[in-house]
Structures are given as C-alpha cells and as structure tokens.
C-alpha cells in the first residue's frame, strides 16, 4: 500500500483527518461508544439481514423482564 | 446496556457465578474506537460442581427464572443478547482474576484488561482477531512489559511476534 507522505495531499489530509477522528471516538466514555455501537448495529443490520443474517439491534432502554 | 450489567451483578452476588468480565469487541471498545458487535461476550468463572465439568446450564436456568430466555448462543438480558463463555484455559482464568473494575454509568463492572484481549486474540487466532491486536496496539496503550508477562506465560511470544512483524 502506498505511504501516507507519496499520497496526493488532498489525499493525505483526509486520511489524516480520517485517523484524528478515530483518535476522537477512541476517547469517548464507554457508554458513548456503546451508543455509537447501537448506531453501528442499526446502519449494518438491514444489510446483514437481506444475507440472510439474524442481527438484533440492541434495545438500551428494555423493559426489566 | 446498565441494567444488563446489573443483572450480571446480581448472578454474581447470588453465586449463580463466581466472576464475571466484560470480553471480546465490546471489551475492545472500551479501549479503542467503537467496532460493529452484535453481542455482548461476557467471560465467567462457574462455581465448583461436582463433575468438574464447565457447563453454562445453571446460569441458564438462573437467568430462565429470572425472565430472560436464550436465542441461539446467547441470553437476552435486558435488550441486549449475553454470549456467556465459562473460563475454559489458564489464560482466560488470569485474564477474568486480573480484570479491570470500571463503571458504566453509575454500575461497577469488570472489563478484561487489553493485554489479556491481545493475548486472547493471539491464542483464538482468527482473521478478526489479527484486526483486533492491530486496533489494540494502534489506540489501547497497553503496557508492554504486562503484556510481555502474559504472552511469555501462556506460550504467544512467537505468535504475537509474528503478527506484529
């Protein structure tokens, strides 16, 4: 894979930019990022589920059993 | 997911388990960028039976009695399907006896250390486990001497070096 440093600048910027903003999610409280990780579940799992994957979209505000 | 560790709590305390921590990707992200999981792993040490065999069948049972019932591999507890995986080698039983104590929101948990994560991603060997030590070693500041340790006693130095090569 080409370096960084031989990319287009344009290129190389947003790959910066890219690695800053996975430094930034890195730092987020853990209910944070298990916030993000619902997100993640709620964009993947249509995907998943067309492949004939059961993916459950986590409910963080259930009802106690 | 609070009151799920909530009800981990409780199966801890009433002894239906005897320690619990927070494993796999959701363990990853507590030290790392989120990653895509669909389950919540949760590593256990059973009590003793008298068989001496790992089986998850009580803590099933305890969690039936309590409402929440099993989808496949996993419990859902709470909106959020548990894969419980009883302690099942040396470097699991460390890695749950020497697990970090945190809070999610106002609840005490325990989460597996990311020494211990790389370790286990190294001993599980997948292709996602390759992605998982790259994450680890890119954004979790592990301790290298610790990780140095648990590598060295569980026989992973030539694999981990492997890897990281």
Same mark, same amino acid.
């Given at each position: 894979?080409?370096?960084?440093?031989?990319?287009?600048?344009?290129? =190389?910027?947003?790959?910066?930019?890219?690695?800053?903003?996975r430094r930034q999610l890195a730092a987020l409280s853990f209910p944070d990022k298990v916030?993000?990780?619902?997100?993640?579940?709620?964009?993947? =799992?249509?995907?998943?589920?067309?492949?004939?994957?059961? =993916?459950?979209?986590?409910n963080l505000d259930a009802k106690s059993a | 997911m609070e009151k799920t560790l909530q009800v981990l709590n409780v199966l801890e305390r009433d002894g239906v388990v005897s320690r619990y921590a927070?494993?796999?990707?959701?363990? &990853?992200?507590?030290? &790392?960028?989120?990653?895509?999981?669909?389950?919540?792993?949760?590593?256990?040490?059973?009590? /003793?039976?008298?068989?001496?065999?790992?089986?998850?069948? /009580?803590?099933?049972?305890?969690?039936?009695?309590?409402?929440?019932?099993?989808?496949?591999?996993?419990?859902?507890?709470e909106g959020v399907p548990v894969q419980f995986l009883p302690a099942y080698n040396a470097l699991l039983e460390e890695a749950l006896a020497e697990a970090r104590e945190i809070r999610y929101e106002q609840t005490p948990t325990r989460v597996l250390?990311?020494?211990?994560?790389? &370790?286990i991603a190294v001993q599980t060997g997948r292709a996602k486990d390759r992605e998982r030590v790259r994450l680890l070693r890119e954004q979790a500041a592990l301790d290298v001497d610790y990780l140095a340790?648990?590598?060295a006693r569980h026989g992973l130095e030539a694999t981990w070096n492997r890897w990281i090569a």
């Open positions: 894979m080409e370096s960084v440093d031989r990319l287009n600048p344009e290129v =190389a910027r947003l790959f910066t930019a890219k690695e800053e903003r916030r993000l990780v619902v997100q993640l579940q709620q964009m993947a =799992a249509p995907i998943l589920r067309t492949r004939g994957r059961d =993916a459950r979209v986590w | 927070i494993g796999g990707a959701m363990a &990853a992200t507590f030290y &790392a960028e989120p990653v895509l999981t669909f389950d919540l792993d949760v590593f256990v040490i059973l009590p /003793q039976t008298g068989g001496g065999l790992l089986t998850l069948g /009580q803590l099933y049972e305890a969690l039936r009695r309590r409402g929440y019932v099993e989808e496949g591999e996993c419990v859902l507890i250390r990311a020494e211990h994560l790389a &370790a340790g648990v590598l």
